[in-house]
């Protein structure tokens, strides 16, 4: 039995969207042609492939597993026809990376940035989410590298760690700073609550207020807004803000994340290679 590259082209475009119309608009098909491919594609494999729910679709366990596959092919097959066209010794092609904000531009653009150079025929499509948003945007297929600062430990997926962000306690050295008042990215940012969940003396009360991200954190110690439980590395020479003494030393595990597979592509071993050799400098 072969899977119909019709209907897998169908599914993968409709997996990517989790949406007929756009799907079938993006291939040129009506709604009805789209949808034909698609109940012939789980009739054939036996599966069914996406729960149609009011909000939209959403993919299956199966439909997961086939995505995975579908992008796999593609990625040899790219691979190949470049080889083929006499590109053997260049590197070309798309990689995602989704990855949490203050690592994925502190740490892997400044890491990847000297091969991106070197090679200018691979797109490397920078994804910033929300660090509870990360395995599901792994699990979809719409990175195909994540970046955490712990390990998921899920069977099938592949970890390495990168390095260690060091957290410690800053506020301005400008102006004076609500002792009481810690500034974090949202409501679902724990890194304050898991820093002094861990020292043995820590606030009986702090308050909090939101920044966006790691960056406007920074901008408001800086201001004197507030306190925050920050990377060391990311103020490292930032003369408007200090450390403030007499807590214990706090790391996190910075671990990448991808599904294993028997064959990885070159372009994905080497980005992997580049990483790992590269970004633990940026944590010193």
């Known amino acids: 039995m072969k899977i119909s590259s019709t209907g897998l082209q169908a599914f993968t475009q409709t997996a990517l969207t989790l949406n007929v119309t756009q799907a079938a608009k993006d291939l040129g098909l009506t709604q009805s042609a789209l949808s034909q491919r698609l ?14 729910e009011p909000r939209g679709l959403k993919l299956t366990e199966a439909g ?3 995505l995975r596959f579908a992008t796999f092919n593609q990625r040899v097959e ?9 590109h053997a010794q260049e590197l070309a092609g798309t990689f995602r990376i989704g990855g949490y904000s203050s ?18 025929k691979v797109h490397i499509d920078f994804q910033s989410y929300e660090m509870h948003e990360l395995p599901e945007i792994l699990k979809t297929g719409r ?9 998921l430990q ?4 592949a970890e390495d760690i990168i390095g260690h962000e060091e957290f410690v306690v ?10 009481d008042l810690y500034l974090d990215h949202g409501p679902e940012d724990n890194a304050t609550e898991a820093y002094f969940r861990d020292q043995a003396k820590a606030p009986k009360f702090y308050r909090r207020s939101f920044m966006g991200d790691v960056y406007g954190i920074i901008d408001g110690v800086e201001a004197g807004l507030g306190r925050a439980v920050m990377s060391r590395h990311l103020i490292v020479n930032n003369h408007k803000v200090k450390q403030i003494k007499g807590y214990s030393a706090y790391k996190r595990a910075v671990t990448l994340h991808y599904f294993e597979q028997p064959y990885y592509s070159r372009l994905a ?12 400098k940026f944590f010193d």
């Open 78 to 86: 790219e691979e190949l026809l470049f080889e083929l066209k006499g």
């Open 103 to 120: 690592v994925l531009r502190s740490v892997i653009i400044p890491a990847l940035t000297p091969f991106l150079r070197k090679h200018p």
């Open 269 to 280: 071993k080497a980005i992997l290679e580049e990483i790992r050799e590269k970004a633990p």
């Open 143 to 151: 990175a195909d590298l994540i970046v955490m600062d712990y390990p």
């Open 154 to 157: 899920r069977k099938g997926i």
């Open 39 to 52: 109940a012939l594609l789980e009739e054939d494999l036996e599966v069914t492939l996406f729960i149609r």
């Open 170 to 179: 800053i506020e301005s050295t400008k102006h004076e700073t609500p002792a």
């Open 64 to 66: 997961h597993k086939l």
